[in-house]
């Protein structure tokens, strides 16, 4: 067996097992497996682990230096072992149990949005368990639902979450490596719901320069320029794992570029509002639960020299 190969392999052959292992026990049993798992993780990623401590104690100056932010860090790694364990379970989880555990708020927004014909484009972070949005959405409204992604770095593991999402999760995948914008203007032109995360870190000139917990970050404005094209809203859409067991999505308030504080705006500095209030929205609700966030990820990469 080839290097390449083995280390295509391994992880994917890791997930299935974890799959098959998650639907067979009952739901609690399987994030307690999912913690167990993250602590693992947390012995072996030892460069994400401080990754993280490094950006928690930018983020929070005051807890520099104390038990708080390992503290942080642990429950990080646990959350995410429960979220996978929660999206390989989708599967067997039924319409009576995600109705139960999954409180949704605002789903009269999507409804109203679709009333008029111009599609939804929501705008999620990598917070709380946000495969759940679709899943639970999709109980309650008909409409296509696509989450805009870019490819894992293996192929097979990238397969089997694509379809996965597909089958079970509510949404198909648009690649954001493919054709552009090009599907996710189709969609929305179709009166469809079109799902795209905002907190990831972008280099100019891709990217422009957004305060996020403080200090300015490379932001993807893609979102926003699709918006001001189409002459449509965004609506924010996150969850949240309010206990061990329950969650809850909440949608909105839509946020209009026709609450621009100056009408004269040209379209740059339109789309740079729209993005400074999307970080605010994101920031905002991490700060609610900064343990179920993606502090692993660099996000502040690209920041102005």
């Given at each position: 067996?080839?290097?390449?190969?083995?280390?295509?392999?391994?992880?994917?052959?890791?997930?299935?097992?974890?799959?098959?292992?998650?639907?067979?026990?009952?739901?609690s049993?399987?994030?307690?497996?999912?913690?167990?798992?993250?602590?693992?993780?947390?012995?072996?990623?030892?460069?994400?682990?401080?990754?993280?401590?490094?950006?928690?104690?930018?983020?929070?100056?005051?807890?520099?230096?104390?038990?708080?932010?390992?503290?942080?860090?642990?429950?990080?790694?646990r959350h995410?072992?429960?979220?996978?364990?929660?999206?390989?379970?989708?599967?067997?989880?039924?319409?009576?149990?995600?109705?139960?555990?999954?409180?949704?708020?605002?789903l009269?927004?999507?409804?109203?949005l679709?009333?008029?014909?111009?599609?939804?484009?929501?705008?999620?972070?990598?917070?709380?368990?946000?495969?759940?949005?679709?899943?639970?959405?999709?109980?309650?409204?008909?409409?296509?639902?696509?989450?805009?992604?870019?490819k894992i770095?293996?192929?097979?593991?990238?397969?089997?979450?694509?379809e996965?999402?597909?089958?079970?999760?509510?949404?198909?995948?648009?690649?954001?490596?493919?054709?552009?914008?090009?599907?996710?203007?189709?969609?929305?032109?179709?009166?469809?719901?079109?799902?795209?995360?905002?907190?990831?870190?972008?280099?100019?000139?891709?990217?422009?320069?957004?305060?996020?917990?403080?200090?300015?970050?490379?932001?993807?404005?893609?979102?926003?320029?699709?918006?001001?094209?189409?002459?449509?809203?965004?609506?924010?859409?996150?969850?949240?794992?309010?206990?061990?067991?329950?969650?809850?999505?909440?949608?909105?308030?839509?946020?209009?570029?026709?609450?621009?504080?100056?009408?004269?705006?040209?379209?740059?500095?339109?789309?740079?509002?729209?993005?400074?209030?999307?970080?605010?929205?994101?920031?905002?609700?991490?700060?609610?639960?900064?343990?179920?966030?993606?502090?692993?990820?660099?996000?502040?990469?690209?920041?102005?020299?």
């Open positions: 067996m080839s290097r390449s190969r083995f280390k295509t392999s391994i992880p994917f052959c890791f997930l299935k097992t974890l799959s098959r292992a998650f639907q067979i026990l009952s739901h049993q399987a994030l307690f497996l999912g913690e167990r798992v993250g602590d693992l993780l947390r012995i072996l990623l030892r460069g994400k682990c401080t990754r993280i401590r490094q950006n928690l104690e930018a983020a929070y100056p005051s807890d520099q230096g104390t038990p708080a932010i390992r503290h942080i860090e642990s429950r990080i790694f995410f072992g429960m979220l996978g364990a929660e999206f390989l379970r989708f599967p067997v989880l039924s319409e009576e149990w995600l109705r139960k555990h999954v409180t949704i708020e605002g009269d927004l999507v409804r109203e679709l009333g008029k014909g111009q599609g939804v484009l929501a705008f999620i972070s990598h917070f709380g368990n946000w495969e759940m949005i679709s899943k639970r959405l999709a109980l309650d409204v008909a409409t296509p639902i696509h989450v805009v992604t870019r770095r293996d192929p097979k593991v990238d397969r089997f979450i694509r996965h999402r597909a089958m079970h999760g509510g949404a198909r995948s648009i690649s954001a490596e493919g054709d552009g914008i090009r599907p996710i203007l189709s969609a929305l032109r179709r009166n469809e719901i079109v799902v795209m995360a905002q907190d990831q870190s972008a280099a100019p000139p891709e990217g422009i320069f957004s305060p996020f917990y403080g200090r300015l970050a490379g932001t993807h404005p893609a979102a926003a320029r699709i918006a001001l094209k189409l002459g449509i809203p965004l609506l924010p859409a996150f969850n949240a794992r309010i206990s061990r067991e329950a969650h809850q999505v909440r949608f909105g308030p839509s946020l209009c570029f026709k609450e621009c504080p100056d009408p004269l705006y040209s379209s740059n500095q339109k789309i740079q509002w729209m993005v400074d209030r999307e970080n605010a929205l994101i920031e905002t609700r991490i700060r609610e639960f900064p343990d179920q966030w993606i502090w692993m990820h660099n996000r502040w990469k690209h920041t102005p020299v």
